[in-house]
């Protein structure tokens, strides 16, 4: 994990505000990792980590999970650029990195490819449900990292996850280190398959949020 704190605070690209090595690893790594603790991922196969940044929490899954096939989706070329050199400095074989935005991604080769698809802190949540319910085969699973939610943008992504497909929305807490406050993952479990009007092209996701009312969702905030 040392190498790839390295290379996050090398990448030059704005990814993290944190800049010291020990807490990257607890406030990044040790984050991301506690994603474990979830059965869906230490049973996932093929997962993909939507948003994916500087590679987070992406790289670090497929660090201790390496049977597990993990695809990281990311518009910014530099960003993709900089997670396969993660990825090749590591030397996983296990990680794919999709230089693309996720909602034409799901219209085409990641339509229903994956049992799990996780993000942290990419957008309000009825967005992400759209970002990720395509991807998912029927039975996989949504996991959103998020800071607590209001009851508004709750309301709106149960609302959305029921049009996408899923059931119904569990918020579990996280603890991934001593003193950490405000990490939740949102789960939703995909029971049908999603109506092929979905994900809508690219930007409209995120302009005009499933189940929106006049006031917007607020979308959390993640170190």
């Known amino acids: 994990m040392a190498v790839l704190g390295d290379l996050l605070l090398d990448a030059g690209l704005n990814v993290t505000g944190v800049k010291d090595p020990e807490e990257i690893e607890r406030i990044h790594f040790l984050d991301s990792l506690s994603l474990l603790t979830l059965k869906a991922v230490m049973h996932a196969r093929r997962l993909a980590d939507v948003g994916s940044g ?32 993660a990825a090749d400095a590591l030397g996983l074989g296990n990680v794919t990195v999709c230089c693309s935005r996720v909602e034409d991604f799901a219209r085409s080769t990641g339509r229903g ?22 991807l998912l085969r029927v ?28 059931g119904r929305l569990e918020a579990i807490r996280l603890e991934p280190f001593e003193g950490s406050f405000g990490r ?11 109506p092929d009007a979905f994900p809508r092209r690219a930007g409209v996701p995120a302009r005009r949020p499933l189940g929106e009312t006049e006031a917007k969702p607020t979308e959390g905030v993640w170190p």
């Open 113 to 134: 490819a994956f049992d799990v698809v996780v993000s942290r802190a990419v957008a309000a949540l009825p967005v992400v449900a759209e970002y990720s319910l395509p």
């Open 54 to 85: 500087g590679g987070l929490p992406g790289l670090v899954l497929a660090v201790a999970r390496p049977a597990m096939a993990v695809t990281t989706v990311e518009s910014q070329r530099k960003k993709c650029g900089h997670i396969q050199r």
């Open 184 to 194: 939740w993952v949102y789960v939703a479990q995909k029971e049908r398959e999603t």
């Open 139 to 166: 039975g996989g699973q949504m996991l959103a990292m998020k800071g607590s939610i209001s009851d508004q943008e709750r309301t709106q992504a149960i609302s959305a996850l029921g049009i996408l497909g899923a």
